[in-house]
T-cell receptor, first 114, second 113 residues
Framework: AQSVAQPEDQVNVAEGNPLTVKCTYS??????LFWYVQYPNRGLQFLLK??????LVKGSYGFEAEFNKSQTSFHLKKPSALVSDSALYFC????????????FGTGTKLQVIP | ETGVTQSPTHLIKTRGQQVTLRCSSQ?????VSWYQQALGQGPQFIFQ???????GRGNFPPRFSGLQFPNYSSELNVNALELDDSALYLC????????????FGNGTRLTVT
């Protein structure tokens, strides 16, 4: 069975500071990893993904994520946070075989303080 | 490019009733998945349809069922509604290729009283 853990319910960061939202995963086989963002009363929006290749992947709105196989982690990062980044962030995983069941974490609320 | 659209946006039903939620996939996508998102939780996988057939299911009882139509639109049907079915129901479409991200609609907020 595949699973995702987001250990922080909420992350607070000052505007302009770097941010990190943590994610660890468990999956049999090689993982496909994703980050999504959700604004209030909206669906999830895709930010970035790791399939294979470079461990550092870049995505939308200046976000990036680092894949670490030995630590089974896929932390989301941004060098300089904006107030508009405040939202709910979900890490997700699926294995690279079979159908596309994607398992999501419980989410981390990011609050960027002006 | 037309995104994923869901209808209705909000719905209130009584326990024991039946409900049908609808989804129109993003143009060109051939796979549709449905997720249930309870308040304060991450989305939970209900099932996935590919070429009009269910090809994967999460831990949801048979009273949750679905359809995918030739134009890749989809329905989620829930029978014998329970209070715990109150949630945001999300439809997501994608390509069937590995690693293809999900494209979500804005969801249907179902309240069961």
């Amino acid at each position: 069975a595949q699973s995702v853990a987001q250990p922080e319910d909420q992350v607070n960061v000052a505007e302009g500071n770097p941010l990190t939202v943590k994610c660890t995963y468990s999956v049999s086989g090689n993982p496909y990893l994703f980050w999504y963002v959700q604004y209030p009363n909206r669906g999830l929006q895709f930010l970035l993904k790791y399939i294979t290749g470079d461990n550092l992947v870049k995505g939308s709105y200046g976000f990036e994520a680092e894949f670490n196989k030995s630590q089974t982690s896929f932390h989301l990062k941004k060098p300089s946070a904006l107030v508009s980044d405040s939202a709910l962030y979900f890490c997700a995983v699926r294995d690279n075989g079979g159908y596309q069941k994607v398992t999501f974490g419980t989410g981390t609320k990011l609050q960027v303080i002006p | 490019e037309t995104g994923v659209t869901q209808s209705p946006t909000h719905l209130i039903k009584t326990r024991g009733q039946q409900v049908t939620l609808r989804c129109s996939s993003q143009s060109g996508h051939n796979t549709v998945s449905w997720y249930q998102q309870a308040l304060g939780q991450g989305p939970q996988f209900i099932f996935q349809y590919y070429r009009e057939e269910e090809n994967g299911r999460g831990n949801f009882p048979p009273r949750f069922s679905g359809l995918q139509f030739p134009n890749y639109s989809s329905e989620l049907n829930v029978n014998a509604l329970e209070l715990d079915d109150s949630a945001l129901y999300l439809c997501a479409s994608s390509f069937d290729r590995g690693g293809s991200p999900l494209h979500f609609g804005n969801g249907t907020r179902l309240t069961v009283t």
